[in-house]
């Protein structure tokens, strides 16, 4: 009876202990129904652990600690004040449809103009103060412009230049041993590539944000000469004119232009290349103008599926050219209204402003081989290439 008693207090005990032991083990969390799945997704097969993700890391880990960078690329982001000339008129029917349709632009109250503040950013490129900024900060009829660079000093400045096609400006201040930012190569940015945008948004100067580049060689209809790079890093009203910058420091852009619904960030906004920013610095130091090739004034169409029907094309790409100048080089090498550019020195000839750009890089006086399609038979011609400059002429 005594070892029957004793037996059954042990085998109790032992029971009592293995409940123990399993109620104090470690519980699995339930995982969270929304993130679990991706976790799971992004974890490689092999591995053990959920700290093998990439994803999964924190920031710091995955190397994405941007300090060295920003404490470079600020102190050569700059804000620009300018204030221009706005016309105003006196009289009290300005603004009727109704007296424009009769009167037009004409003011028989008389006019004046009234002092209007643009504000945006710069970027230093040389020690000795030159800047580059947008074409749309300087504005026109320019009173003052005044730079506040990162330590605080403000300085005025005058304007090298100015180039509409690329919305680019080029300004200078007299001071020596300012801070700058290397040129980077852009064309060797990649979709998904970490960039920051250091700017002056909203008056808050030296602002940076992070993102990715998002899409390169965009055409948005800003300007002639596009061939933007999209990028979703922060970038709003007053960032215009600062700097795209790369993970080594590099300047590998301009900050243009936002594309928003309500005038603030919605994760779109639109970089002038730094290659592009690079040549266009350099023209208007060296000249004040940028000097770009040009084959004479044309009036050029995109090819639809349509058009490429109704002309005999193969199909849709290249250009249409439906009216020109006698005294153009286009003209005296052959190419004549009514004719499709499909291609430009060998290379396929997109659309309307994939040609301008073409075109705008060639070097002037050197020949360029265009190729055409007339009445459904492909040939190329050889252009003598001129140049832009000192004609205001619109010419392509």
Same mark, same amino acid.
């Given at each position: 009876m005594m070892k029957r008693t004793l037996l059954i207090v042990?085998?109790?005990a032992a029971g009592f202990a293995a409940g123990l032991a399993f109620s104090s083990a470690p519980r699995a969390e339930r995982p969270d129904p929304v993130t679990a799945p991706a976790v799971a997704a992004l974890t490689p097969a092999s591995s053990t652990s959920?700290?093998?993700?990439?994803?999964a890391a924190a920031p710091q880990a995955l190397g994405l600690d941007f300090t060295d960078v920003a404490a470079r690329a600020v102190p050569a982001v700059t804000n620009i004040s300018s204030v221009q000339a706005v016309r105003r008129r006196n009289s009290p029917f300005a603004n009727d449809p109704f007296f424009q349709f009769f009167f037009g632009d004409e003011d028989m109250f008389g006019g004046g103009s009234r002092p209007q503040q643009s504000l945006g950013s710069g970027v230093i490129v040389t020690p000795d103060g030159y800047m580059v900024t947008n074409n749309h900060v300087v504005g026109d009829d320019v009173q003052t412009i005044t730079v506040v660079l990162a330590d605080k000093r403000e300085v005025p400045a005058t304007i090298v230049g100015v180039d509409a096609?690329?919305? $680019?400006? =080029? #300004?200078?201040?007299?001071? *020596?041993? $300012?801070? =700058? #930012?290397?040129?980077?190569? *852009?064309?060797?940015?990649?979709?998904a590539e970490w960039v920051l945008a250091v700017g002056n948004p909203f008056q808050f100067n030296q602002t940076v944000t992070f993102g990715i580049v998002s899409a390169v060689g965009r055409n948005v209809g800003l300007s002639v000469y596009e061939d933007f790079i999209q990028t979703d890093a922060a970038i709003n009203p007053g960032n215009s004119g600062g700097a795209l910058v790369n993970t080594r420091g590099e300047l590998v852009g301009i900050n243009t232009a936002i594309y928003s619904e309500t005038g603030g960030y919605?994760?779109?906004?639109?970089?002038?290349?730094a290659n592009v920013a690079r040549r266009v610095v350099d023209e208007l130091i060296r000249y004040g103008e940028v000097r770009r090739g040009s084959i004479g004034f044309m009036e050029v169409t995109d090819v639809t599926e349509?058009?490429?029907r109704q002309l005999g094309a193969p199909g849709a790409g290249g250009v249409f050219v439906?009216?020109?100048?006698?005294d153009s080089?286009?003209?005296?090498?052959?190419?004549?209204?009514?004719?499709?550019?499909?291609?430009?020195?060998?290379?396929?000839?997109?659309?309307t402003r994939h040609l301008q750009r073409a075109i705008a890089d060639t070097k002037s006086g050197s020949v360029a081989r265009v190729g055409i399609l007339r009445e459904g038979r492909q040939t190329e011609v050889k252009v003598t290439v001129g140049s832009t400059a000192g004609d205001r002429r619109r010419r392509i």
């Open positions: 042990v085998l109790l959920p700290a093998a993700s990439p994803i096609f690329t919305d $680019l400006a =080029v #300004l200078k201040v007299d001071l *020596s041993g $300012l801070p =700058v #930012l290397p040129w980077g190569d *852009s064309s060797k940015l990649k979709v919605q994760g779109i906004g639109f970089a002038v290349p349509y058009m490429a439906s009216r020109m100048r006698r080089e286009a003209y005296a090498a052959g190419i004549r209204p009514g004719d499709i550019i499909v291609s430009f020195n060998g290379e396929a000839v997109g659309d």
